[in-house]
Structure formats: C-alpha cells, structure tokens
C-alpha cells in the first residue's frame, strides 16, 4: 500500500488554522516569520499568494486605550459564505474577536475574560488556552476554551454579542476527582451535533458530543497501540505526543488528528456509529535524501469541505505540507473496527 503524498504548502510558518469556504476551496490562516497574520486560499489545487492581515493586536474598550497583543495560534470560523470569523486569546486571558469579511479586515477586538459570579460580583478568572469555535447555523458560532481551573468553557455568539462563558467541568473518570484539562482543546459540527476533543493527562484521546439538547461527558477513546518492545506480540498503549484537532464532515461524520510518538501523523474517525481504530498518516520526505522529516507537536489543523478532507502540518524542518483526501472511510484504506465510548 502506498503511503499518503505529503504536499509543501509553505515555508517559514507556523501556527496554522483551516476553514472550508466552498467547494474545494479552503482559507488557511498561519503566522509569518515577522509574527504577522497570513491568509492563504486554495480553489480547487493551486494554492494563492500569501496575504499578510497584519501583526495581531487586540483593540481594548476606551478610546485612549493601547492595542494588545494576543496568543497564538489563532482559531477560525466561518458563519456565512464570505463571513470568516477569527478569535484568539489576549495576552492576559482575554477573548479577542475579529471577522474577515471578504477582503476586508478591520483586526481584532478585546470582547473581555470569563468571570466566576460570586455574590453578583463577577471575578474574571481569564483563558488558560486559545479558543476554538465551530458553527452549526448560519451566523451563529459556538466558542470553546480551557478556564483558569483546567474546565471547558463554552460561549455563544448570536451574530452581535458572545453570552457569558459557561463551565462544562473537565474528565470525569470512575472512581476519581475530576480531572482539569490542559493543552488545547478542538470543537467541530458535525450537522446539529458538537464535538469537543483534546489529549487527556495521560495522553489518552478524550471527545464530549453535544446533541442539540445535553451534553455528554468526557469520554476516553483511549491511546494507539504500538508493539512492546521486549515481547513485540503484545500491543500496548502510548500517549499521543501533541495536541489534537478535529473536524467533522457531513452529518455524521468526525475527523481526529494528532501526532503521534515518532513523530507522524495519527488519525482516527467516527462514521456515526463506531470509531476507527488509529492509523499513521506517515510523514513526509526530504527532497534531497527521502529521509522522513518529523512533525511538530502543535502545529496541526484540518477542515472538511464538501467533498474533501484537507489535514496541515508543520514538519520539523520549519515547513508547513499539507494532505487532501476524498471518500468515506480510512485515508489508507482499513476497514473501520468497532470501538466501545470509553476504553
């Protein structure tokens, strides 16, 4: 079986987030070597030339107020076919917003940190991780992120205004405290339905599913099997090496990424009624000696579009390369095995 082609997509990026915006076509948005904000389309194969949004900022309420920088990497998007929305966390935990209309850019705008309301007065508590937003209506957007105390925050934003953040706690596991979250967190639709996922303490992939009306617990999907090195026979488990990100296709369909210990690529599915198991998506190539180039723990992003799969990574030689993939099933071809909620 052939292993997947690895595409170069840019050098000297890193940071990347990806949103579909029609057929085939995907906004990819990485940050430059100058630390400014690229954005990059692809219609269908040839990819455009950079443009650059700029260095960050965030501009705070007040007139006289000084503009702020915020974290990276930067989360996109889109509620309506030219409407791309982009958010991002302030330099003290604040979520910042901005929308790309088109072409037109007018940066990012502090919309303020989450609070703990004690006695009616609210204590802002700030994010402890960039945020992440998926859209299930036109024009409307659902933001999540990692609160001060490890629990998932989630945010609706109708439009015009963001509601004030809700906990929804953190990994719940039998017969022990709750467990905060850390790293990042990556939310998707999939049709009416929300999927929120991230890379447990132990390394384990963890999902929460929203309905429409409730939402589920944490549950650990566990870790891919390797070989024992001593009895090669018998698999066991190892945490995953960097964080995970998600993307749903369809109605059903979900889409989980992330690096795995040798440093390629891991990807496993839900079809709506089972999740694969994991598969190495491999790396990619040096030009000069075919030697495999590494990826990055963090630098990870996909989008489904309409009709394809889009996954991005940045190698270890400080390109970003890309994969493209059309179908229904596994990238390379296995059959989907039933998997239980929680392993």
Known sequence: MQPPRWTEIAAGVSSPTAVPTGERRVTLFVRGQCGDLLALHRDGVAWSRPRSLGIPLARSAGVASPELPIDWPVAACATGPEDIQLLARGAEGELVHGTLHGERWDGFECIGSPANWIGGIGVPMGLASAPSACSCVPGRMDVFAIGSLGALLWSRWDGKEFSEFESLGGVAREGRAEEPLAGFVSATS??????????????????????????????????????????PAVPCPVPLAGTVVACGGGSKRLDVFARGQRGDLLHRWWDGKNWSGFESLGFPRSALDRERIAFTAGSVACAWGRFQLDVFARGAD??????????????????????????
């Open 190 to 231: 999939c049709g009416r339905a929300i999927a929120v996922a991230a890379r447990g303490a132990g390394g384990d992939l963890v999902v929460k599913w929203w309905d429409g009306s409730a939402w589920t617990p944490f549950a650990s999907l566990g870790m891919p099997q390797e070989p024992d090195p001593i009895y």
């Open 318 to 343: 400080g390109k970003l390369y890309g994969l493209a993939w059309s179908g229904s099933g596994p990238i390379l071809g296995r059959e989907s095995e039933a998997a239980p909620a929680a392993e």
